[in-house]
C-alpha cells in the first residue's frame, strides 16, 4: 500500500505546478496521471500565452491569480531552464463605437493590478506592428504579456519535482476514491484510492483532473460542478513566418471567449484561433472545415496577409469550463479534498499562483508545511540545437558527437535530443514530439519518423510493433516482416 | 573554413549526375553532401521497376538506377563524398554549414549545386479535418516503413490521391497482404501514368472515386473510418454525397513540394505559389553560381529526365567555374 | 475488340485489340512494336515483373529489395508473394546475386537489386 501525505490526480499545467511547490516541504508526494505520458490532456493543447491579466471577471481567482502568475511564471521559467519571451499583447479595435469597450477593458485590468497599459494609435501600430491591418483605429497595449511552451514547462515542471521526491505514475486512472476517516495518531483525514488496480492512501487529495475534474470530484462525493468542454480549433502557420507579428494580437472578447487571436508560439511557428464552440463529447477532438475557415476569416482581418497556405499544421483543444471563475477550494463535504477545477484560460498564466494558493488551503486545513533543507530549485536548460547559434552547437558537437547527428531535418533536432528526451520520459512519439519539436515541422514527420520510432525501441526496449504515437492503442505500424 | 570549388548538396540521382557531369566538363574539386548514410536518394526506397527505360534502355527499379551513378562515383577520387552530412545554413556567397555526427564543418563554395529533391505535401496543407490518430501517413512514409524496415503500417487502407505514388503505394499495400479498400482522387481523371493505373489498380481492381474527397478522418487513438464526399466541377462539396469507409489507414499522396528553404534562407528568389526557384533558364537560379537541378528544380515524373537535367546543371557549374 | 492500355514504356499507348477465340489478331493505335507483343502477352498470357523486399539477419540493410529477373504470370504473384516472406537473407547479398533459383518453377529467378553486405 502506497501511503502519502498528499497526492495530486491530473500531471497537467496545473498538478505539476502544485507537486513542484508542494516539493519544498516535508512531505510525501505522488502525482497520479491516467495518460502514457504528463501534459496528454487539456495541457498539451495550450496556446502557451502568459496573459497580462486583462479580460478576467472582476474580484474573481481568474483576475488575482493570472497577474500574480504572470510574475511568478517569469521567475519559475528561469530556474528551470524554460524559454519565457515577454512579447507583449495587443487588443485591438476596429470601430469607433468599440473604444469605449476598450476603455474599460484597461480600467478593470488596472484594478486588477495589470501593469504598464497603455491605449496606443494607429502611427504606433504601424511602427510597432507593422503587418497589422490599416483598418485598426486603436489598441490596448499591455506589455507584461509573454510566451511559453506549455508542454515544455510542464515536463520541466515534473521532472524539477521528480528530483525534490515526488512520486509520478502514470497510466493510473483514478477509479475511486474512499474516505476512510481518521487514523491512528495523525489527526487528519484519510483517502484510500485506486488507480490501475493499486491502492493509495493519502491525507489530502488535490483534484487538479482538467476535463475530468467533475467525474474525480464525484468520486470523492462532492457533485457541486460540471465541467463543460468548450472546444477550440488551432492552426499553425509556417515557421517561415515567424516574424509576421511582434506582439501577441488580440480582437475584442467575446461572451465565452477572448477571441480568435493571432498567436506567437515560443517555438516560433505563428499560431492562429482559437474557435470556442461547446460541446457535449469529452473526446471530441476533431477539427472542421468550419473552424478553419472561421478562423481564417478573424485573423485575416487583423493580419491581411496571411493565407491557407501557410498553415502546416492544426489540432484541437478543449477547454474544461466549470463557470465564470475557477474552483479552488477545500471541501467541507469531504475534509482533505481540494478541488482544482476549472481551469481553463488563464489557467497556465495563473498555474503558479495556483500552486501558492493550494500550498494555503493545505495550511488552512491542517496540513504542517516545513521547509526541506535542501531543495533543488534549479535545473539546467534543456538543450534545442534549433534555439542555440551554430558556433554553440560546434562545440556541444565536438564534446558528444550525438549532436550532429540530425534526425529531424524541419526543426534540425539532433539523436541526442531524442535520447534525452527519452531519459526524461518520453515513452511515446507524440512525447518525443512535445519535448523537442520533432515531427512537428513542416515536413509533419513524413522524414524522421522512422528513425525515431527506432532510437525509441532501442531506448525503451520495446518492439517497433509496439511504439505508439500517444498510448497504447495507437501503435504506429501492424506487422514486421521477419518477426511474424 | 574549407574552401571548394563546387559543392553539390544532395547524393540523390540529381547530385550524382550533375557531379559526374560537373567532373566530366573539367572540374576536379567537389565535395557531394548526402544526409542519408547511403547515397542513392528517394530510390533506395523505390523498389519498383519503371527506371531507366529511356537513359539505360532498360526495365530498372530504383536502388538498380541508383547503383549506376554510386558506382561510378564511387571509382572518382575527384569527387568527395560527406555521408550523414545535413547542411543548416546558407549565404549568398556560397558558404555552407552542415552537421554530421562529431562535426560541424563551414565550407566556402565556388559554385553550389542544390539537389534536394522534394518533400511531401501533408495532410495538414490539404486541410483534411477530423482527429489526428494514428495511422494517417504520407505515401512517402508508408513505402520507407514497408521498403527500407519491413513494416506494414496497416491492414484496411484508403489512399488520398491518384498520382503514381499513391498507385505505386496501392499495390505495394496489396502486395503486402493489406486491403486497399479505395482510392480518392478529387479530379476527373488519375494524376498518375496510365501504366500505373493498369498495373496498380486494374490489376487489383481497387475502387477508384473521381471527383471525391476525404471529408473527415475518424478516431482518436488509430483511424477508425473516413467519410468521403462527392464534389462538382468547382469541386464543392455535393449534399447528400456522403458515404464512410472503415479502416485502419489513411494514406496521403497528395503532391510535391521542392525542398527549397535553404536557397531561400541565401537570398534566392523563390516562387512562392510552387516554391520553385525563379528562374529565367533551366537550372539557374537569381544568384550566378547557385544552381538547382532536379525535383528541388520542378517536379519531374521520371527520373530519366532528371539525370538529364542534373547533367546540364553540372556543366554549366563548369562553364561557370571557366573549366569548360 | 478490346481497348487496354499498353504497359511497356510510360507513353502509355491506348491499344485497340482484336481477338477471335481467345487469341490476339489485330493490334492497332501502338506507337512501336512494343505495343503489339504487349496485347498479346495482356490477353493470352498476362504476365508482370514482381518486385518487393526481403528480411535479413546480420547484414547492413534491414531489407534487402528483390525482383523477379523475368515477368511471371499474374495469377502466380500473391504465391511468390507467400514465398518470399519466408525469406531471411543472413549471407551478405551483391546486386543480382540470385536469392530464389526458378520460383515455384515458373522460370524466373528472384534476384536482388541493392547489395547488402
Known amino acids: 500500500m502506497h501511503q502519502y501525505d498528499v497526492i495530486i490526480i491530473g500531471a497537467g499545467v496545473a498538478g505539476t505546478s502544485i507537486a513542484r511547490e508542494l516539493s519544498r516541504y516535508k512531505l510525501n508526494i505522488a502525482l497520479l496521471e491516467k495518460e502514457e505520458e504528463l501534459a496528454f490532456g487539456v495541457s498539451k493543447s495550450n496556446s502557451g500565452i502568459i496573459h497580462p491579466g486583462t479580460q478576467n471577471p472582476r474580484n474573481s481567482l481568474k483576475g488575482k491569480l ?3 502568475g504572470n510574475l511568478l511564471t517569469r521567475k519559475i ?10 512579447v507583449g499583447a495587443l487588443i485591438i479595435a476596429f470601430k469607433e463605437e468599440d473604444l469605449p469597450r476598450l476603455a474599460q477593458i484597461k480600467a478593470e485590468a488596472l484594478v486588477c493590478g495589470v501593469p504598464r497599459l497603455q491605449i496606443v494609435r494607429p502611427s504606433w501600430l504601424k511602427a510597432h506592428e507593422p503587418n497589422l491591418s490599416g483598418e485598426a483605429i486603436a489598441a490596448l497595449y499591455a506589455p507584461s504579456a509573454g510566451i511559453i511552451s506549455p508542454y515544455r514547462l510542464v515536463y520541466a515542471l515534473a521532472e524539477n519535482a521528480l528530483k525534490n521526491g515526488v512520486e509520478i505514475y502514470t497510466q493510473h486512472k483514478v477509479t475511486q476514491i474512499l474516505a476512510v476517516g481518521k487514523a491512528g495518531l495523525n489527526a487528519g483525514p484519510f483517502f484510500e484510492i485506486n488507480a490501475a488496480g493499486q491502492k493509495f492512501r493519502t491525507r489530502y487529495v488535490i483534484n487538479a483532473a482538467g476535463l475530468d475534474a467533475d467525474l474525480v470530484s464525484r468520486l470523492a462525493g462532492v457533485d457541486s460542478f460540471r465541467i463543460q468542454p468548450r472546444k477550440g480549433e488551432e492552426f499553425i502557420l509556417d515557421k517561415k513566418k515567424e516574424h509576421l507579428t511582434n506582439h501577441l494580437l488580440f480582437p475584442l472578447p467575446s461572451k465565452n471567449s477572448k477571441g480568435i487571436l493571432v498567436i506567437k508560439t515560443a517555438d516560433g511557428n505563428p499560431m492562429i484561433g482559437p474557435t470556442a464552440q461547446d460541446c457535449d463529447d469529452k473526446e471530441d477532438l476533431a477539427t472542421s472545415d468550419a473552424g478553419l475557415k472561421e478562423v481564417l476569416s478573424s485573423a485575416q482581418r487583423m493580419i491581411p496577409s496571411i493565407s491557407e497556405a501557410d498553415i502546416i499544421a492544426y489540432f484541437t483543444g478543449l477547454r474544461p469550463v466549470a463557470g465564470d471563475d475557477f474552483i479552488i477550494r477545500h471541501e467541507e463535504k469531504a475534509p482533505g479534498f ?8 488563464p489557467g497556465l498564466t495563473a498555474a503558479a499562483a495556483i500552486a501558492l494558493f493550494v500550498c494555503d488551503i493545505l495550511r488552512k486545513s491542517g496540513l504542517s508545511l516545513k521547509k526541506k533543507n535542501i531543495f533543488h530549485s534549479h535545473d539546467k536548460k534543456t538543450i534545442h540545437l534549433f534555439s542555440i547559434p551554430l558556433l554553440r552547437s560546434a562545440k556541444l558537437i565536438k564534446k558528444d558527437p550525438a549532436f550532429g547527428d540530425i534526425v529531424c531535418r524541419c526543426e534540425m533536432v539532433s539523436a541526442r535530443e531524442i535520447q534525452n528526451a527519452i531519459a526524461g520520459g518520453a515513452k511515446t512519439l507524440d512525447g518525443i514530439k512535445f519535448r523537442t519539436r520533432a515531427q512537428a515541422g513542416r515536413c509533419h514527420g513524413s522524414f524522421c519518423t522512422t528513425r525515431i520510432m527506432k532510437i525509441l525501441s532501442a531506448s525503451i526496449g520495446k518492439p517497433l510493433t509496439q511504439i505508439t504515437k500517444k498510448g497504447s492503442g495507437s501503435e504506429m505500424v501492424q506487422e514486421e516482416r521477419g518477426n511474424a | 573554413m574549407l574552401k571548394k570549388d563546387l559543392v553539390i548538396v544532395g547524393g540523390g540521382p540529381a547530385g550524382m549526375a550533375a557531379a559526374i557531369s560537373a567532373n566530366k566538363f573539367g572540374v576536379k574539386d567537389i565535395l557531394l553532401l548526402e544526409r542519408d548514410q547511403y547515397l542513392g536518394g528517394i530510390l533506395n526506397q523505390c523498389v519498383h521497376t519503371g527506371f531507366g527505360l529511356d537513359y539505360f534502355k532498360e526495365v530498372l527499379t530504383g536502388p538498380e538506377y541508383a547503383q549506376r551513378f554510386i558506382s561510378e562515383i564511387r571509382r572518382n577520387p575527384e569527387i568527395e563524398i560527406s555521408l550523414r552530412s545535413f547542411v ?3 549565404t549568398q556567397d556560397k ?24 518533400r511531401e505535401k501533408t495532410r495538414e496543407m490539404v486541410h483534411i479535418a477530423g482527429t489526428r490518430p494514428a495511422g494517417v501517413f504520407s505515401a512517402g512514409l508508408a513505402q520507407k516503413l514497408i521498403n527500407i524496415e519491413g513494416l506494414l503500417p496497416g491492414k484496411k487502407v484508403v489512399i488520398v490521391g491518384s498520382g503514381d505514388i499513391g498507385l505505386i503505394m496501392a499495390r505495394r499495400f496489396v502486395l503486402e497482404g493489406s486491403e486497399v479498400k479505395a482510392v480518392i482522387e478529387i479530379q476527373k481523371t488519375s494524376r498518375g501514368l496510365l501504366r500505373n493505373m493498369v498495373q496498380c489498380i486494374d490489376d487489383f481492381r481497387i475502387p477508384m472515386f473521381y471527383r471525391h474527397k476525404i471529408a473527415k478522418i475518424y478516431g482518436n487513438k488509430r483511424v477508425e473510418k473516413v467519410s468521403v464526399v462527392k464534389v462538382d466541377d468547382d469541386l464543392q462539396t455535393i449534399p447528400g454525397s456522403e458515404f464512410q469507409i472503415e479502416c485502419d489507414t489513411v494514406l496521403v499522396s497528395v503532391g510535391l513540394i521542392p525542398e527549397n528553404e535553404l536557397i531561400e534562407m541565401a537570398g534566392v528568389q523563390i516562387d512562392k505559389k510552387t516554391n520553385c526557384p525563379v528562374s529565367e533558364e533551366l537550372n539557374k537560379t537569381s544568384i550566378p553560381g547557385i544552381f538547382v537541378c532536379g525535383n528541388s528544380f520542378k517536379v519531374y515524373d521520371i527520373v530519366d529526365v532528371v539525370s538529364r537535367d542534373s547533367e546540364i546543371a553540372g556543366e554549366l557549374a563548369a562553364v561557370y567555374l571557366n573549366k569548360r | 475488340m478490346q481497348k487496354l492500355t499498353c504497359i511497356e514504356c510510360p507513353k502509355g499507348c491506348v491499344l485497340s485489340v482484336m481477338i477471335e477465340a481467345g487469341k490476339v489478331v489485330e493490334v492497332t493505335g501502338n506507337l512501336c512494336p512494343k505495343g503489339c507483343t504487349c496485347a498479346v502477352s495482356e490477353i493470352e498470357n498476362p504476365v508482370r515483373i514482381l518486385t518487393s523486399v526481403v528480411a535479413t539477419e546480420g547484414l547492413s540493410l534491414k531489407m534487402v529489395p528483390v525482383r523477379t529477373d523475368r515477368p511471371i504470370p499474374k495469377g502466380a504473384i500473391f504465391h511468390v508473394m507467400q514465398e518470399i516472406k519466408k525469406i531471411k537473407i543472413k549471407k551478405p547479398v551483391h546486386l543480382r546475386d540470385i536469392i530464389v533459383e526458378n520460383c515455384l518453377g515458373l522460370g524466373a529467378n528472384l534476384v536482388a537489386t541493392r547489395e547488402s553486405l
Open chain 2, 95 to 118: 558558404v555552407i554549414t552542415f552537421l554530421k555526427p562529431g562535426l560541424l564543418q563551414r565550407v566556402k563554395a565556388k559554385a553550389l549545386i542544390m539537389a534536394t529533391g522534394c
Open chain 1, 66 to 68: 493570472c497577474v500574480q
Open chain 1, 338 to 345: 481540494i478541488n482544482v477545477a476549472g481551469i481553463q484560460s
Open chain 1, 77 to 86: 521559467s528561469r530556474e528551470l531552464g524554460v524559454d519565457f519571451k515577454e
Open chain 2, 88 to 90: 543548416v545554413d546558407l
